[in-house]
């Protein structure tokens, strides 16, 4: 065969490929000897619903066969407890798949999509597989910026991703401000909300989008089972979104992309909507008490309506965010190191049981006081 002196002599991933950086996810080991206190992943301390788990004990006599491709079960439980179509409804192997099943419909080359400078990094990821330009918006006090949004779109662009609220700055836009962005946007262009944290979310002038994606053909809203359902193993998402948009994304997705435990669990889960008020109410105890008392610290805590709390460190040595994740991985308390989206000075912590807050709590006391 005849080549080139230049021509490659390995097979080369397609154009954007190698220019994503790997995702980091949170870190689940800590010292050795140590009790381990995961709060990197934005997990429920609650875990899952005991009748999704009774659910999944029943499931052995079934793994002989293929789940049902179109998740009928989990679908009919959403459109149930959310008023919704379930034929305008599509589940994935956790939100991250519907994020990528949308870009790779709807993204090519010379395609652009826009986000915000700490918007939810799996967006850059999605978008450089399709080998599309990422765009990104300025934020405003590590919020998204609807005018920053709008300033960044033009004619090449196809999707807006708005992570709302956000990780992991846990700020979010009014609805106001999102149906704001949504009118400025060209017809052809695809407004993702991605309302991952929506559940915990307690400000009278939030939406998670369901409105706009109703009354709209170029709106999707995406949601998880990962976070305040805790069941982030099974890999449950879904989202709501235009037939034509669903149709789309059902025609690349793989023909069995959820599984029988996810479909039968997750189902369960949506029924036990009592579970989730209790994971509600233990975060909306927490999130006060742990801005104020890491806040009284000296620390500077980003205001957050989430699971999670960006902890802001001073830049002097010993006291810096490494230095503090060092000092709380000796003591088995695991935040998660926000260097990758441009954060080196933060930390990001998740809300866990009353146990671990007060560990924190008084780890970062210490870590301030020596
Ligand atoms: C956690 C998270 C998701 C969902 O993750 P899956 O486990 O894939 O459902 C989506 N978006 C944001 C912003 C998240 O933080």
């Known amino acids: 065969m005849l080549q080139s002196p230049s021509a490659p002599s390995t097979p080369q991933p397609k154009p954007g490929v190698m220019a994503i950086s790997p995702y980091v996810p949170g870190k689940s080991t800590a010292g050795p000897n140590v009790t381990v206190h995961k709060l990197s992943s934005n997990e429920s301390p609650l875990g899952p619903s005991p ?42 192997a956790g939100s991250d ?21 700490y918007g939810f990094l799996v967006y850059r990821i999605a978008i450089l597989a399709c080998g599309a330009t990422p765009v990104i918006a300025a934020e405003k006090d590590y919020t998204a910026d609807v005018d920053a949004l709008i300033g960044a779109v033009n004619a090449r662009t196809r999707i807006v991703f708005l992570a709302n609220p956000n990780n992991p700055t846990g700020t979010y836009l009014p609805f106001d401000e999102v149906k704001r962005l949504h009118a400025a946007l060209p017809p052809t262009c695809l407004l993702v909300l991605d309302a991952a944290y929506a559940e915990y979310v307690q400000r009278n002038d939030y939406e998670a989008g369901i409105e706009l994606v109703a009354g709209n053909h170029n709106v999707i809203m995406m949601r998880t089972l990962s976070k305040i359902y805790g069941l982030a193993a099974l890999r449950i998402g879904w989202a709501y979104g235009p037939p034509g948009v669903i149709d789309a994304m059902n ?4 023909p069995f992309n959820m599984n029988a435990a996810a479909i039968a669990a997750g189902a369960a889960a949506i029924d036990d ?52 994740d060092a000092f709380l991985m000796a003591r088995g308390l695991i935040l998660r190191r926000v260097d990758g989206y441009g954060l080196p000075a933060a930390l990001r912590l998740t809300i866990g049981s009353d146990e671990q807050n007060r560990l924190v709590v008084s780890a970062l006391t210490e870590f301030m006081s020596t």
């Open 51 to 92: 009748r999704a788990v009774e659910t999944l004990t029943r499931l052995g006599p079934q793994l002989a066969f293929y789940p049902d491709p179109s998740a009928t079960v989990l679908r009919g439980a959403i459109g149930r407890r959310y008023g919704l179509d379930p034929a305008r409804l599509i589940c994935g």
């Open 97 to 117: 798949e519907l994020l990528s099943l949308v870009a790779h419909a709807y993204l090519g080359p010379g395609d652009e999509a826009v986000y915000s400078t």
């Open 251 to 254: 025609r690349i997705r793989g």
């Open 273 to 324: 909507q009592a579970h989730v008020e209790q994971a509600r109410a233990h975060n909306d105890l927490w999130l006060p008490k742990l801005t104020k008392a890491l806040s009284e610290l000296g620390l500077h805590v980003t205001p957050s309506v989430g699971n999670f709390l960006l902890i802001h460190f001073p830049l002097t040595t010993g006291r810096t965010a490494a230095d503090a």
